[in-house]
Nanobody
């Protein structure tokens, strides 16, 4: 499984971005739990959103502002980020694992993309 993120960039506080993650190598989306994980400067990795079999979960820090979704026909996972704050500045990674049920623990994920940088200032 290969994951390729895109959509990062620089934005002012209050702005929006949409991240995309294209998955190749395996097209059976229902077999995977998908997540967005971020790592800010000097911080540990933090799972911010996860999707599995139609269910989602979010970190408290982003709930109500971020939305995770996927387009199975395009093998693409999305993260819509609204009302961005400087604390959201981080490298954002797409992750996948053969597990059932959404979860935010980054240690449970097997496959990782290279990351896309989001800067809010």
């Amino acid at each position: 499984v290969q994951l390729v993120e895109s959509g990062g960039g620089s934005v002012q506080p209050g702005g929006s971005l949409r991240l995309s993650c294209f998955r190749s190598g395996d097209t059976y989306s229902s077999d995977y739990c998908m997540a967005w994980v971020r790592q800010g400067p000097g911080k540990e990795r933090e799972g911010v959103a996860s999707l599995s079999d139609g269910s989602t979960t979010y970190a408290r820090s982003v709930k109500g502002r971020f939305t995770i979704s996927q387009d199975n026909a395009k093998n693409t996972l999305y993260l819509q980020m609204n009302s961005l704050k400087p604390d959201d500045t981080a490298m954002y990674f797409c992750a996948a694992a053969h597990i059932f049920g959404p979860r935010l623990s980054s240690g449970e994920y097997t496959y990782w993309g290279q990351g896309t940088q989001v800067t809010v200032s």
